[in-house]
């Protein structure tokens, strides 16, 4: 993984290499290995590598082909590309490295952008073709790899992270109506805005294919979710599944450099390192967060799994007391605001691992939860399609057997459930006293299909998020993390596996528990869903109430009229007392948001 940067004046002047260096400088950190420029005549492109596949100067970005009429700068993984370059040697390609960035290259020369659908992979690049006088600006399929975009002065700016294109704006102004939305919803990435006024993403699934003699942009959507056969036995689905998510690990085992596992102790991240520790012959390096206090701690999962299954694994305790002390770091990182206090304690474990070992490349279990509907909402999203469909003895039974294993239902919070809930988003949320602005809901209730909902939490709701945190932790520190779960091909299939197969019996996840059959049957069989847990709301009651008072006496978001101050003391009072109705999320995301205020619009 790498940072990139790039520059188009349709004034038609020539580049200033300087203002590429300075984009590539403020984010030298996502590529400390190597970094290199290529300007011609009005087109200029920039990199900083990180080094995973070849290792050698062969790897050197932005990259040629054989011509020098076809360049590209690239950041991400193409996990196929070893497949991908012996069909493209078959049809007469040769090749001087052996890196995935040359074979994007050679696939765009045979396939033009319709070939972006051939990778299995996560990338952000550009692709500057002399030839026929366009650059094509192209993002993966699940919003792993960023990339941003401005424009001002009839110059067209963009790279892999904000901050890049901030000198370039007229005014930093916040976009009211992310922020809005955010404050009120708790949602970030859900569109193609972002906090800044004037920054924009490029979409996922899409090629952003720019005229560099008209200057007029088009938008070509290069895969889409399909329909496609299932075996129709739970035996034939499971073994499907299993083959798939396997293959999905294994392809991303693919690594010059050292390469270890994330692991919680949940389902999730146990599937994904117990495949991989089996595919890599027992040399998986796993690292796992434990606490001293057992209410946050998942020791005794990771334990299990350790132990019955011969996995290394590296535990690392997370000390709440630094944790206030690394917030505007995080947000430096992460650009814009974000939902909660895991963000910066998984900063934290990344940190500790990029000290202690040498490893670069991490697996995570991100996406499981959204593909097999491991969230809680889902199963009142898989209830309702049930009793539209008229299934009342189904509804019934999932019902009663979650409440008998005590499995999901037996995790129902009303203060989290709220914003599903459309009465009270629009009529109870103590939040609207705090809020000066106005704009429409996001209305994040709806879904026709349990599938229809998956999809929307795949592209708009859950994932772009989930990905945006971890790729600012990861590569603030020079680290690249891998999300098997996001491998297209099973993203598909289990969109397309029958909804009884996710959600069985008060079940969630019901395909994954029967696939991985060496997973410890008290980690497969597990009732409760935890997720990265931290003692969120003791810290806003008591180790950061001093801090949080003061800075909300203080606000900058009061002095620009986005919220009334008072207002926000009086909610944070109700929630000392422990008041339910207001949740730990809507103290944090004013208190994230006013340091993103100070340190980005208001420094």
């Known amino acids: 993984m790498c940072g990139i940067a790039g520059i188009i004046n349709f004034n038609q002047a020539p580049v200033n290499k300087k203002d590429l260096e300075r984009m590539i400088n ?10 290199g420029y290529y300007l011609k005549n009005n087109v200029g492109l920039g990199h900083c590598r990180l080094s995973i596949l070849d290792l050698s100067k062969a790897g050197h970005q932005p990259m040629g082909n054989e011509t020098d009429t076809i360049w590209i ?12 370059k012996e069909k493209l040697k078959k049809r007469g390609h040769i090749f001087r490295s052996n890196t995935d960035t040359e074979v994007i290259i050679h696939l765009y020369e045979e396939w033009g952008e319709e070939g972006f659908g051939k990778m299995n992979g996560d990338w952000a690049f550009a692709i500057f073709d002399l030839k026929k006088k366009k650059i094509i600006l192209s993002r993966d399929r699940f919003s792993v790899k960023p990339l941003y975009y401005t424009i001002s002065n009839n110059i067209f700016y963009f790279g892999s992270e904000i901050k890049q294109l901030l000198p370039f704006l007229k005014n930093k102004e916040p976009n009211i109506n992310v922020l809005y939305k955010f404050l009120k919803q708790g949602l970030i990435d859900f569109n193609q805005e972002t906090f800044f006024k004037g920054i924009f993403k490029v979409k996922p699934m899409e090629a952003m294919i720019i005229d560099l003699e008209t ?3 088009k938008k070509m959507r290069y895969w889409d979710y399909f329909s496609e056969e299932v075996p ?31 692991l919680s102790g949940g389902l999730d991240s146990s599937s994904i390192s117990v495949v991989a520790n089996r595919l890599a012959g027992g040399k998986i390096n796993c690292f796992s967060v434990v606490s001293s206090d057992k209410k946050y701690s998942e020791e005794k999962f990771i334990d299990i799994l350790s132990k019955e299954r011969d996995i ?46 040498n490893i670069k490349v991490l ?19 898989y209830l309702k399609e049930e009793l539209k469909k008229g299934h009342i003895f189904n509804v019934f039974k999932n019902t009663f057997f979650s409440l008998f294993y005590r499995t999901i239902l037996w995790q129902l919070s009303l203060s989290e459930a709220k914003r599903y809930l459309p009465y009270f988003q629009r009529h109870g ?14 209305p994040i209730w709806q879904s026709k299909s349990l599938k229809e909902r998956q ?17 600012r932790n990861s590569m603030g520190l020079g680290l690249e993390i891998r999300l098997p779960f996001l491998d297209y091909r099973l993203v598909n299939f289990t969109l397309n596996t029958p909804s009884s197969l996710k959600i069985k019996n008060g079940w969630t996840k019901y395909i994954l528990r029967k696939s991985i059959k060496e997973l410890p049957p008290k980690i497969a069989w597990r009732r409760d869903k935890q997720g990265f847990i931290n003692p969120e709301e003791k810290w806003l009651r008591h180790d950061f109430k001093d801090r949080i008072i003061d800075l909300f006496k203080e606000s900058q978001l009061d002095k620009m009229g986005i919220i009334d101050k008072n207002k926000l003391l009086e909610i944070y009072e109700k929630f000392l007392r422990e008041d339910k109705r207001i949740w730990r999320s809507d103290i944090t995301r004013f208190l994230i948001a006013e340091l993103w205020f100070r340190k980005f619009i208001r420094n």
């Open 312 to 357: 290394r694994v590296e535990k690392l305790f997370l000390e709440p007391k630094f944790i206030w002390d690394d917030l505007e770091k995080v947000i430096f990182h992460q650009d814009e605001p974000f939902g909660g206090f895991s963000i910066i304690a998984q900063n934290k474990i990344l940190k500790e691992i990029k000290k202690r070992t």
């Open 73 to 84: 700068a690239y950041n991400g993984e193409i996990y196929n590309y070893l497949e991908l």
């Open 26 to 35: 403020v984010i030298k950190y996502r590529g400390p290995d190597d970094e």
């Open 363 to 381: 697996l995570s279990g991100q996406g499981g939860d959204e593909i097999l509907c491991g969230y809680r909402k889902f199963f009142f999203f």
């Open 429 to 442: 949320d103590p939040i609207d006293d705090i809020l000066k602005i106005k704009n429409t809901l996001e």
């Open 455 to 471: 999809i929307l939490d795949i592209n708009r709701y859950s994932v772009p998020a989930l990905t945006h945190y971890e790729d």
């Open 232 to 262: 129709n036995t739970e035996e034939g689905a499971i073994e499907k599944f299993k083959f798939l998510f396997e293959d999905s690990v294994k392809i991303r085992l693919r690594s010059d450099v050292p390469l270890g596992s994330l």
């Open 215 to 217: 200057g007029g942009a």
